[in-house]
């Protein structure tokens, strides 16, 4: 079956750095874009970094500077390096893809990782 999923998470210090990695497997055709989401406890969901397929990135505004989001179209996989941690950041981050399953349409089908933990904490 179709499956993403995230690994990376943790418990690091103020100012420390961490990276997630998302794999996606299973019948896939192609993949789009690919992302990462985070939710804290009491929040709303929120988009923290995307990557385009042709490699173009969109931020959030509190992790600008911080965040990079790369992918490897070989692997299938897409990574989020994060520096500089804050206790905000703390919160279960969300692996997401665009996947394209069958090869002769168009139609591409949201799929989402179980998260991983990110705490945040000295």
């Known amino acids: 079956q179709v499956q993403l999923v995230e690994s990376g998470g943790g418990l690091v210090q103020p100012g420390g750095s961490l990276r997630l990695s998302c794999a996606a497997s299973?019948?896939?055709?192609?993949?789009?874009?690919m992302g990462w989401y985070r939710q804290a406890p009491g929040k709303e969901r929120e988009l923290v970094a995307a990557?385009?397929?042709?490699?173009?990135?969109n931020y959030a505004d509190s992790v600008k500077g911080r965040f990079t989001i790369s992918r490897d179209n070989a692997k299938n996989t897409v990574y989020l390096q994060m520096n500089s941690l804050k206790p905000e950041d703390t919160a279960v981050y969300l692996c997401?893809?665009?996947?394209?399953?069958?090869?002769?349409?168009?139609?591409?089908?949201?799929?989402w990782g179980q998260g991983t933990q990110v705490t945040v904490s000295s």
């Open positions: 990557i385009t397929g042709g490699g173009s990135t």
């Open positions: 299973g019948s896939i055709f192609s993949i789009n874009a």
């Open positions: 997401n893809a665009d996947l394209q399953i069958l090869s002769y349409t168009r139609i591409y089908n949201r799929y």
